[in-house]
């Protein structure tokens, strides 16, 4: 295989995925590993996870505490790195790829909602969302603009000038969600969205979440919630760091 | 431009802890300034002898009397230094350019009623040109008023300010030296003192006019000898030494009963030990500038640490590396600069208080400034570089999760 770039075309890149997947396919892992040295002890967090995901899905991944989810999904947000196997995202073969290009696809595919919102805390709402364009190397104008649109989009456009402890849970989590889609990523990625928010709250962002896949965005949910889960189109169950089940779902109404 | 935002950002963080920015900069405000008082003390001492040397006039050297020995002993009276030899030097010098004889003996000074006891000093007319003195107001006495005895005489600068008249004013009028008339032709520029004696302090009549009207006597104080140009100070003094145990009668082996100086020598000497106290005490200054930047790497230090989860942020939204560590660079380096200037201030202020509160004398040069300044940079960037590579090294999930 020729060393690829993330300069190479798409329809390039989708050219060198592996045999029978499909080409709309965002997301491509083949036996992906992660162990963690603890000590004189190994810990096997994932054991060998083959999954495709395309575009325009919505995916729950779920599984018990300690199953391997965070650890798959940090994997896919290429914010830790496999040691062992393969993942393409979007064609581009991320564990080829240099510290550099990892940042930047971080910047441009992924948008990544933590459990823990991780605002800058003396940033406003603003500025937070600013971040990602910022590191992207956009005019501070235009930056503004698309902030403030993105605000809009979950509706904190009258919250704008607000720093993280003037919010509440929701409008912080609603804030994190802006960001993460602010330079339109191929993929938004959310590790327990709503684990810190009370029920109505959570109702509100899945709603949001739900109103977003509409709009076109593929979406992965990580979730131990069945109610959660329900309302993805497809539900990838893990356990022990392999993938227990894997089955398409009709929402609930 | 993404350049622009980083530096924003590392000033931003600044603001948000001005406190301990302020305490932070302050190891490099006491160092910077440190560095440019002890510069600026020794190049004004460096500067302020070199002008004493350039007052002395070039190339010369100077005979006073000496002890005569006997026995090992020094014997009471001084041996005398004649005009005659100062006519010998002038006349046999192969290496001698100029002669300038000088008797001198404190003598009671009368102008307009008002009494003062001053130095005066007979010499001859070339007195000014190889003292490298100037006359400002009036003139010189000539060679032909030195030999027909003439009862002239130049003050010194401060003396008709001692008399409370206007050096311009006191010029045709006459004072009483020893209770004799003499007019006033002629007053120097000031020149400051010289250690051992103050030229603007005294009063200078023809040498004739000394010998034979007032003083009763031929006895010189000093001989100011001009070396040839080209010809060195060593060789002067072996042609002088000559001369003068010819004139003395001193046998060979016998002792000198005369003594020659060289007054720019001393000085010289004077100096190199002040520039070797200079530079010790700037490096002691230097020192405290490192011991501030120290002081820098651990306030970085622990501003990464406190920090992991905005840097985990960071990477996690896209920044690479470079940004992370460009960002606390560049926020150390603004510490060290903003501390450098203050310090460049500091150390200004404190030399123009020494220079103008207790007379020192001192020079800010434009050199040490930049020095300085370029240093604290240069500690900014050292002290900065550990701190920014742990903050662009940490692993992106740990920052993350790090409370
Ligand atoms: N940084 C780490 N060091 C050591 N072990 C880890 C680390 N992160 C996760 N693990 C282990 O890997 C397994 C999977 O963890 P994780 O992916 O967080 O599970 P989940 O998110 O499904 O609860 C767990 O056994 C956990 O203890
Ligand atoms: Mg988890």
Redesign the pocket.
Known sequence: MTPATVTDSTAARMAKLPEGVPRDSIIVTRNLRRA?E?GSET?H?LRGIDLTIRRNEFVAIM?P????????MNMIGCLDSPTEGQYWLNGHPVWELGDNELARIRNKEIGFVFQTFNLLPRATALQNVELPMVYAGMPSKRRREAAAGALDRVGLTDRMHHRPNELSGGQRQRVAIARALVNLPSILLADEPTGNLDSKTSAEILELFEHLFDEGQTIIL?THEHDIAEHARRQVH?LD?LIERDIATEKAT | MLIFEIIKVAFSSIRANKLRAGLTMLGVIIGVSAVITVVALSSGARKAVEEQIEALGANLLSVSPGQSFMGGRASESRVSLTVEDAEALARDGRLIAAVVPEIQRSFPVEYAGQNASLNVVGTTSNYGAVRNVKITYGRMFSIGEDESRQRYAVLGAAVPTQFNVHPRAIISQTILIRGQPFEVIGVFEAKGSQGWSNPDEQVYIPLKTAQYRIFGSDRLRNVAVQIKEGASLDAGMVDIEGIMRREHKIRPGAENDFQIRNSQEFLATQQQTTEVFGVLLASIAAVSLLVGGIGIMNIMLVSVTERTREIGIRKALGATRANIMFQFLIESLVLCLAGGALGVALGWGASSVMSTNFGWNTLVSPTAVAVAFAFSALVGLFFGLWPAQRAASLNT??ALRYE
């Open positions: 963690y603890m810990v967090a599984g505490s300690g199953s391997g989810k965070s650890t798959l990580v893990l760091g | 999930i740990e």
